[in-house]
């Protein structure tokens, strides 16, 4: 596949961070985890953008660019267990530190200025 784009989300790994879907030696994730996540990346797509991204529970592997929180505390989340999910912005009171997936929000506010 071609152009790629997973950009600024926060995902969970499960049990595997890439499990292939079958059809052997001739899929590109064949063996996915005898490689990173990166390698099976760079075998099934043709120039792809796979940054910024929180991927809970990862062991790592991925393109650089990207974080690995262990869980949703630890990726900054508050209120998970009631399913309002929101990211902690700053060290007082609710956390420790401000979440490592936090948007440069004046910089999403300057890009999309306009956009309708």
């Known amino acids: 596949m071609t152009n ?45 953008n796979f940054s910024h991204n929180a991927i809970l529970g990862s062991k790592g592997g991925w393109p650089n660019g990207n974080s690995y929180p262990s869980n949703q505390a630890a990726a900054g989340l508050l209120d998970f267990s009631e399913g309002r999910y929101r990211l902690c912005r700053n060290s007082h009171g609710e956390c420790k530190k401000p979440s490592p997936a936090l948007a440069d929000l004046d910089a999403v506010f300057a890009a999309t200025k306009g956009v309708e």
């Open 4 to 48: 790629f784009t997973f950009t600024n989300n926060l995902v969970g790994a499960g049990k595997q961070d890439i499990f292939p879907p079958g059809g052997g030696p001739k899929n590109c994730s064949f063996q996915a985890g005898k490689q990173p996540p990166a390698g099976v990346l760079k075998s099934c797509f043709n120039n792809f």
